[in-house]
C-alpha cells in the first residue's frame, strides 16, 4: 500500500506559530514576516502540485529503502508559515520560493513517520543504538538511521546537488550534523542493512 499525503491548513493551528514570541523574534532577525493564511494557501497549491510529481516514487523508495510497510492509507500534512517541522502531527512549514526544501523536509518527515506506524520493529533498533551510540545526544540516535535513508532516496532520485544542500543545511545544527558524520563514517548502506537484520530477529 502506497498512501496519500492529504496538505491542509488550519487557522486554529497556524496561529499557535504565528503568535509565537519565539517565532515572531526569528522573523525579526531574518527581517521577514510571517505569511498570512492566503499566502500559506497558495503556496500549499504550488508545493502539492510538485509534490505529486515525485510522491508515488517517494514513498515506494522510502519502504523499499528501509524494508518497513505503510500502516496508513491516508497522511495529513499540516502547513504552517514558520516554525520547526515534525512527525507527528505531520507539520511542515512554507519556504518562500523554495518548493525543493519543502519537498526533502517533508521526505525527512515521512521517514519518521513510517518508522512511528512500525514502532515495535522500530524500538528493536532504538535500543541497539541506545546501547552503540550511548554517547551522542538523543537528536543524533534518532536521526542515524533515517540520515541513511535520505542520504539514499537523495542519491537514487535526485541531482547531486539536492544531497549536498541536504547537508549544509543540517550542519548548522550540531546534533543532525553528527548523524550525518555517522552515517558518513559507518556507511549509509551499512546502517540500513544493520537496521533490516536487528528489526528482522
Same mark, same amino acid.
Given at each position: ?78 502547513? /504552517? ?8 502531527? %505531520? ?5 518562500? =520560493?523554495?518548493? !525543493? *526544501?519543502? #519537498? ?39 536521526? /542515524? ?8 532516496? %537523495? ?5 547531486? =546537488?539536492?544531497? !549536498? *544542500?541536504? #547537508? ?34
Amino acid at each position: 500500500m502506497v498512501p496519500k499525503i492529504e496538505f491542509r491548513y488550519s487557522d486554529v493551528y497556524d496561529r499557535n506559530y504565528r503568535e509565537s514570541e519565539k517565532i515572531q523574534k526569528y522573523l525579526e532577525k531574518r527581517k521577514e514576516k510571517y505569511p498570512d493564511r492566503k499566502e500559506i494557501i497558495n503556496y500549499i497549491k504550488k508545493a502539492e502540485k510538485l509534490w505529486r510529481k515525485e510522491e508515488k516514487k517517494i514513498l515506494i523508495e522510502i519502504s523499499r529503502i528501509t524494508g518497513l510497510k505503510w500502516k496508513e492509507k491516508r497522511i495529513i500534512c499540516y502547513v /504552517i508559515g514558520c516554525g520547526q517541522p515534525f512527525s507527528e502531527p %505531520l507539520t511542515i512549514r512554507t519556504y518562500g =520560493k523554495d518548493f !525543493e *526544501i519543502f #519537498i526533502d523536509t517533508l521526505t525527512h518527515e515521512l521517514i519518521h513517520q513510517i518508522s512511528n506506524q512500525n514502532e515495535r520493529l522500530y524500538m528493536k533498533w532504538f535500543r541497539y543504538v541506545k546501547k552503540t551510540y550511548s554517547k551522542e545526544a538523543r537528536t543524533t540516535k534518532t536521526h /542515524i538511521f533515517l540520515t541513511a535513508v535520505h542520504w539514499k532516496i %537523495l542519491e537514487n532520485m535526485f541531482p547531486k =546537488k539536492r544531497l !549536498e *544542500i541536504q #547537508i549544509k543545511n543540517h550542519a548548522k545544527f550540531s546534533e543532525y550534523k553528527k548523524a550525518w558524520e555517522i552515517a558518513e563514517k559507518e556507511g549509509k548502506d551499512s546502517i540500513i542493512e544493520k537496521f533490516k537484520q536487528i528489526t528482522k530477529k
